[in-house]
T-cell receptor, first 113, second 112 residues
Framework: DAGVIQSPRHEVTEMGQEVTLRCKPI?????LFWYRQTMMRGLELLIY????????DSGMPEDRFSAKMPNASFSTLKIQPSEPRDSAVYFC???????????FGPGTRLTVL | DQQVKQNSPSLSVQEGRISILNCDYT??????FLWYKKYPAEGPTFLIS?????DKNEDGRFTVFLNKSAKHLSLHIVPSQPGDSAVYFC???????????FGGGTRLMVKP
């Protein structure tokens, strides 16, 4: 299996621009998670989906962040407009229903100038 | 309020010796615990887990101990190898299939 795939691996953009991060979960996994890792806050959960439906988005920082999962094999995390404080590594993870082990992608390092 | 805490941000150990990484939690509803290892520029990878019905789980050089009364778990690596140098995260969930709450991580450095 290819594992969780994320793209791009690195993104550098200017403040105010729209950023879209992409994730392809492991085939057959029913749950998908978006995390953000920063030095200050560590690894924090932004949102997660079960069977393509958002279950908990309480970790989404503000309205500038949005996430979608149009089908079982694809999800996006969008930031519009982006700000320098959004600079972080964003991870996507997936999991089979009823299990606890999440499998992480390699992450997207976002830099907002 | 951090429900999962790793109070040691870093740990340095000599190759061949034991590494002990600690994790404390506050939520008594947590009943499943995991350890992840993370290398630079990679995502966290699952290492070992333990259910609250056990107090020990062993997998090769890695052993996780759970002390429910103290709300404390630890990861033992013995013998430690330079390739074990990474950031280790503990995580907890309140019931099967629920979301994970992660600690802040401990950076382990194993010196040759």
């Amino acid at each position: 299996d290819a594992g969780v795939i994320q793209s791009p691996r690195h993104e550098v953009t200017e403040m105010g621009q729209e950023v879209t991060l992409r994730c392809k979960p492991i085939s057959g996994h029913n749950s998908l998670f978006w995390y953000r890792q920063t030095m200050m806050r560590g690894l924090e959960l932004l949102i997660y989906f079960n069977n393509n439906v958002p279950i908990d988005d309480s970790g989404m920082p503000e309205d500038r962040f949005s996430a979608k999962m149009p089908n079982a094999s694809f999800s996006t995390l969008k930031i519009q407009p982006s700000e320098p404080r959004d600079s972080a590594v964003y991870f996507c993870a997936s999991r089979s229903t009823g299990t606890d082990t999440q499998y992480f992608g390699p992450g997207t390092r976002l830099t907002v100038l | 309020d951090q429900q999962v805490k790793q109070n040691s941000p870093s740990l340095s150990v000599q190759e061949g010796r034991i590494s002990i990484l600690n994790c404390d939690y506050t939520n008594s509803m947590f009943d499943y615990f995991l350890w992840y290892k993370k290398y630079p520029a990679e995502g966290p990878t699952f290492l070992i887990s333990i259910s609250s019905i056990k107090d020990k789980n062993e997998d090769g050089r890695f052993t996780v101990f759970l002390n429910k009364s103290a709300k404390h778990l630890s990861l033992h690596i013995v013998p430690s190898q330079p390739g074990d140098s990474a950031v280790y995260f503990c995580a907890a969930s309140a019931y099967a299939g629920n979301m994970l709450t992660f600690g802040g991580g401990t950076r382990l450095m194993v010196k040759p």
